[in-house]
């Protein structure tokens, strides 16, 4: 096929820079490393879920051969956390414990066997508090508190927004439904535990080397919790191992590595075992949903209002952010005219909850479009049809205020329909087969800083060496999605370069300029326009020499396969090399930056901050299922997904990131489960955990889709997170489809599937899920008023 | 990471030696073939051997002889791989190597060995925990406790056999050599498991498992069906083996054999009553199937809920019939419905 784009590198699928490292098993991840003295952490957990420390006493632990310290809460008092509402974290408790798991104190000795024995001699006293471990008693509790710095009980946040009167919406519609879901919690699962290396060196210095997706907030929230000046601390991340999101808060191991380290003058390495992954989680929220909507007869839109309760655990983590998320992105899809929003966080003795591939956003597109599946049917209208009749508008304002750039969702539903012969099979295959379509809709980076500053997200700087070499430096932290990569490519594409011509050095507080992280699916469109730009400032100087060397004027050289040559007589050239001294010699030493900050949101009313983006990318799934009605077992057989990422800077890449949303949805769906008895984690191991393997995997069909998007690097959109989000209820609707039940609470298990059938078979509801919400009420709304585009109309004209 | 509690490992190369070895460390000392169940539950501390016999090298325990006509032998060390591949194993006694094919994964299988999948430990997800997990629980009756958190107003334990082999081996009535210091005894495999999820093997401390003999075939068909979430590499949380033989139209013997339930793999003679010496039909299956529901027991101590366990026993033993008798059937044998139907 000719190649269409102007491109030698953007678009190709290329391997990544990382890849013969991974494949040969050179790569250094954190628990590789081993510094000369070094010693090992390891952390006291608590086995209750909510207790009181009555005492602590170390003096045998101490006394143990091998062992060189031992710290508890005493020795690290202030608190952290990653978001500055909730800086409610200590990095070992000091009264009293919230989860089981919450750690406690910690031991550097020469070996692990050591640390452990260390641990058994520890000596705490606990006088154990009735634990909280359901939404449910967390509100009928409001005496029993988990923490004190929230207003109300165990209530750590409720936040109520409108958006235009609803009510005057509902009174619009020809139909109105409502339905309650619940989506279960669930934990990232990443191939590599957490680790973290510290070193605190005879200059007063320390470098911590840490599985994070967060160098720069880990930076800070050591500069707070050691008191010490951010310079004096040098955070690297090293490769990690997978993330997903639990490797987003600063963690407990790493500040007590840190800490032992200064304590004995050594090395101090701390690996988490894979049950203390599980606790330390920061996984997805499990969340109760009830949602009602008013429609016309054609499906349009006339109200929303939607209510989340959200199991956050024992801590904040990314909990007030998660919150908001739950109800921000349900009007980037369809037009939603007018638009309430009610959403609860609330405090259990259970592992905080936090980000998980998708945040906070996964529950509530299972919820919605499993609803707007039922209105489809109820109103005898094709579930495709009505969705791409109502699809948001191109270069427009959300009823809350988030403003839409590109939008290739109809293009591709268009794919996955016609591919998957969805018309053809829809409510047709014989029973036990099913076909279900979803759409979803995510961000492309979050439009604003965790804490609030006016500095650019993202930050590259590239130098040239007189031999040619590029070496780009980025605050960016590759987890396994190519952040590597594209920094690469992006810079290899615009000086004319090749990838393998590029020496990426990325995620080092000392040498790299601030990047704020891998999460929000913003790395590829923020680092990709910081270093466009760095890039760009050195080719002008390449071009300048290159031009003036040549006689051609600079706008006709172009800069390609390592030469800079005249577009019109492409025998005037030099080659890339020659360029590079020449510029030096003329500009002094090589160096730029470039830097991006998102456009600024036009929301400016209270909780704008979370939603905005500069770009949203679009899916569109069809799930294929068979669901035996004898044991209630769900087999996806197929899934045909199209994904508008508006320009893929590597294919490969983004299939690779479709696929490994497709498999993270499907885990979700079907079978993931993190789940408590008491308080007490039900399965945390690898075995018990049930999450598929490659051999539970089924086949998937990618379509990319491209339409350039004017905020992204070469017109490129998201793809980490966003096709993850239409698959539960994709399996959700070919279930119905299949068999004729609707499980309304994922996962979607054997056990679900048959008790519905049952209940079908005996006359009743067709239907597994929750049937109530709390009675509790929301905090009065704050009402926005909705942009000029949705002021007069409810139901915009021409839509049906 | 956790690690393994310190021991002194003794690879004998006969069989004497190791029953020798055990003799002289009494209590102290256990028995290791592949180690995938016993290190893992070392790692959690469910045991803390001192010594320990891997009995590896000890060249007569990989060895498979005979055939189908007279019986064939199997040595206790030979995997759980070579198991589902043997030709003999293969062509006449197909539900054991089915068995064992679905055992974990293909690294587990190539590790593991028939002989320690028999005697493999009975599972409980209170007790498949590390030392943490169960001091944060209170501990159990099983290990260092006082109570069964499943049923905490009965006096035993209630955890589950989670032997895939062992169903199949019990239908087809199947003997094993057993050799201590005290000399050699054969058992009746049925005769080797207790319902007790503690004390779950008729087998002293001192007592090596050194043969598995499989009588002749003699016009058996078996088949072994299991229930697990994921078909990548879980254990059973129901295992079916049938063994059937049909005399024209009639059933002239059948065996049926539960495992993933209860505390030992029960053999459902209730059900093997109803189809013995009838004339088989869809309808008289069904009747078979469903007197298996009763004595199936299932706690809520591994993963599905314990009732979905039960109710799928008689699907299952529907299920298995109708393979053997060559009737349609749509799903695997895994309880996974297969693609392509
Ligand atoms: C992830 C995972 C999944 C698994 N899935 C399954 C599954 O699906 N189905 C299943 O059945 N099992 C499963 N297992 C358990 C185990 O791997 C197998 O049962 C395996 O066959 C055990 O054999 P082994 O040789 O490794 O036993 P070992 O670990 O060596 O021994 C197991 C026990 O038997 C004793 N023993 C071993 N050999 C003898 C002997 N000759 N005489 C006397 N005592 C002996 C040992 O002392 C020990 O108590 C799984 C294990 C893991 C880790
Ligand atoms: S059944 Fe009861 S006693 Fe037995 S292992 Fe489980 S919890 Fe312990």
Same mark, same amino acid.
């Given at each position: 096929m000719a190649d269409k784009t102007p491109f030698s590198i953007v678009g190709k699928p290329l391997p990544k820079v990382d890849a013969w490292a991974k494949c040969a098993g050179e790569t250094i991840y954190a628990d590789d490393l081993n510094l000369p003295r070094m010693l090992y952490g390891k952390l006291l957990r608590s086995p209750h879920p909510h207790a009181i420390i009555k005492r602590m006493d170390t003096r045998r632990a101490r006394a143990l051969p091998g062992v060189h310290a031992v710290i508890t809460g005493e020795d690290l008092p202030i608190k952290f956390g990653i978001l500055p509402v909730s800086q409610d974290e200590e990095a070992l408790a000091r009264e009293k414990v919230r989860y089981i798991g919450d750690p406690v104190a910690a031991v550097a000795a020469v070996d692990e066997e050591t640390a452990e024995e260390a641990l058994k001699l520890i000596d705490v006293e606990y006088e154990p508090l009735p634990a909280i471990t359901s939404i449910d008693e967390a509100l009928a509790q409001s =005496?029993?508190?988990?923490? =004190?710095?929230?207003?109300?009980?165990?209530?750590?946040k409720a936040v109520a927004l409108e958006f235009g009167d609803v009510e005057e919406g509902f009174a619009e519609a020809d139909y109105i439904r409502e339905d309650i879901f619940f989506y279960q919690g669930s934990t990232h699962l990443p191939m590599e535990q957490h680790a973290a290396v510290a070193a605190y060196g005879p200059d007063g210095k320390l470098t911590l080397w840490s599985s994070t997706q967060t160098p720069h907030y880990v930076h800070r929230a050591l500069a707070k919790v050691l008191e010490m000046p951010p310079s004096h601390i040098r955070v690297i991340a090293t490769p990690v191992g997978g993330g997903f999101g639990g490797k987003s808060d600063p963690f407990s191991h790493e500040i007590v590595a840190a800490k032992l380290s200064m304590l004995t003058g050594r090395p101090v390495k701390i690996t988490l075992t894979r049950e203390e992954v599980f606790y330390a989680h920061r996984g997805r929220h499990p969340v109760l949903m009830w949602v009602k909507t008013g429609v016309k007869r054609d499906g349009a839109i006339t109200a929303m209002h939607f209510k989340t309760f959200l199991d956050g655990g024992a801590y904040g983590s990314y909990g007030v952010a998660s919150t908001y998320y739950t109800g921000a992105?349900?009007?980037?899809t369809y037009k939603i005219p007018r638009y309430k929003f009610e959403g609860m966080r609330v405090f259990t003795n259970k592992p905080p909850c936090g980000p998980k591939r998708g945040h906070g956003t996964p529950q509530p597109r299972y919820a919605l479009e499993v609803h707007l599946d039922k209105i489809a049917e109820d109103l005898g209208l094709d579930p495709v049809d009505m969705r791409r009749r109502h699809l948001v508008d191109e270069n427009s304002l959300t009823v809350n205020w988030l403003r839409i750039t590109t939008c290739s969702l109809k293009a591709c539903i268009d794919k996955v329909i016609e591919a998957s012969g969805f018309r053809q099979k829809f409510r047709r295959l014989p029973f036990g087969k099913g076909v279900g379509f979803a759409c979803s809709s995510y961000l492309s980076g979050a439009g604003l800083p965790i804490y609030w500053n006016h500095m650019p997200h993202s930050g590259v700087q590239i130098k040239i060496d007189r031999g040619g070499g590029v070496a780009v430096f980025c605050g960016s932290i590759d987890i396994g999605q190519g952040s590597d990569s594209i920094l690469a490519y992006v810079v290899a594409e615009i000086l004319g370069?090749?990838? =393998?011509d590029i020496r990426v050095v990325t995620a080092d507080t000392d040498l790299t300029p601030v990047d704020l992280g891998s999460y929000s699916s913003r790395v590829t469109v923020m680092t990709g326009n910081a270093a466009m730009e760095a890039a760009e400032k050195l080719k002008d100087l390449l071009l300048t020499v290159a031009g003036e060397k040549l006689e051609v004027p600079k706008n006709r050289l172009v800069a390609v396969d390592r030469r800079i040559f005249d577009a019109e007589d492409p025998e005037r050239s030099i080659s890339f090399v020659e360029a590079v001294q020449l510029a030096e010699a003329r500009f002094g030493t090589l160096g730029s930056v470039g830097s991006y900050k998102p456009p600024e949101s036009p929301g400016k009313y209270k909780g704008s901050g979370v939603g905005p983006s500069p770009s949203y990318s679009y899916t569109a799934c069809v799930a294929q299922v068979d669901v035996d009605p004898e044991t209630g077992l769900v087999t996806v057989e197929k899934i045909w997904i199209a994904h508008d990422i508006g320009r893929s800077i590597n294919p490969l890449l983004v299939e690779g990131q479709v696929e490994g949303s497709v498999y993270m949805g499907l885990g979700e769906a079907l079978m993931e489960e993190q789940v408590f008895r008491k308080g007490l984690h039900k399965i945390p191991s690898m075995l018990e955990y049930k999450s598929p393997t490659t051999l539970e995997m089924c086949d998937v069909e990618t379509f990319i889709i491209e339409k350039p998007d004017p905020h992204g690097p070469f017109g490129a959109k998201e793809v980490g997170q966003g096709p993850l989000l239409p698959v539960p209820p994709a399996v959700a609707n070919a279930v119905y489809d299949a068999v004729g039940v609707r499980i309304d609470e994922v996962p979607i298990t054997p056990e679900k599937v048959l008790k519905a059938l049952e209940a079908k078979a005996r006359g009743e509801d067709g239907r597994y899920g929750p049937s109530r919400i709390p009675d509790v009420a929301f905090p009065a709304p704050t009402t926005v008023d909705v942009p000029p585009e949705w002021q007069p109309a409810i139901v915009a004209e021409g839509t049906s | 990471m956790l690690r393994l509690p310190p021991f002194t490992y003794y690879a004998p190369a006969r069989i004497e030696d190791a029953v020798k070895i055990l003799a002289d460390y009494g209590p102290d000392a256990m028995v290791v073939a592949g180690g995938t169940d016993l290190y893992p539950n070392m790692k959690r501390r469910q045991f803390e051997p001192k010594i320990i016999v891997g009995l590896r090298q000890i060249r007569e325990l990989h060895r498979i002889n005979g055939d189908a006509k007279t019986g064939v032998t199997i040595g206790a060390c030979v995997t759980l791989a070579e198991v589902s591949q043997h030709p003999a194993i293969l062509a006449s006694y197909r539900g054991l190597a089915r068995a064992a094919g679905l055992v974990a994964n293909p690294q587990i299988r190539h590790m593991g060995t028939l002989g320690g999948n028999l005697c493999v430990d009975t599972r409980c997800n209170y007790y498949d925990q590390t030392l943490f997990w169960r001091q944060a629980l209170g501990y159990c009756l099983k290990k260092d406790?006082?109570?069964?958190?499943?049923?905490?107003?009965?006096?035993?334990c209630w955890a589950v056999?989670?032997?895939?082999?062992a169903p199949v081996i019990i239908a087809l009535r199947a003997t094993l050599r057993l050799v201590s210091p005290r000399g050699e005894r054969l058992v009746a495999a049925s005769d080797f498991y207790r319902d007790d999820g503690i004390h779950y093997l008729n087998k002293e401390a001192d007592e090596i498992l050194t043969e598995i003999l499989l009588p002749p075939i003699d016009g058996l068909k078996t088949t072994y069906w299991k229930l697990r979430r994921r078909g990548s590499f879980d254990f059973p949380v129901l295992g079916v083996a049938v063994a059937l033989a049909q005399e024209g139209e009639r059933c002239r013997d059948v065996r049926i054999v539960t495992g993933g339930v209860n505390s030992r793999p029960m053999e459902m003679t209730e059900a093997e009553r109803i189809l013995i010496g009838e004339r088989i039909t869809p309808d008289l299956i069904e009747r078979v199937a469903q007197a298996v529901y009763r004595p199936v027991k299932a706690l809520?101590?591994?993963?599905?809920?314990p009732l979905y366990r039960k109710k799928m026993a008689p699907v299952f033993v529907k299920r298995a019939l109708r393979e053997l008798l060559g009737w349609p059937i749509q799903e695997t044998p895994d309880g996974h419905t297969s693609a392509a139907g």
């Open positions: =005496e029993n508190r988990i923490h =004190e710095y929230n207003k109300v009980g165990n209530i750590q992105l349900q009007t980037v370069i090749r990838p =393998e | 406790g006082a109570i069964c958190p499943v049923a905490p107003g009965s006096q035993r056999t989670s032997t895939d082999t809520d101590n591994t993963d599905f809920v």
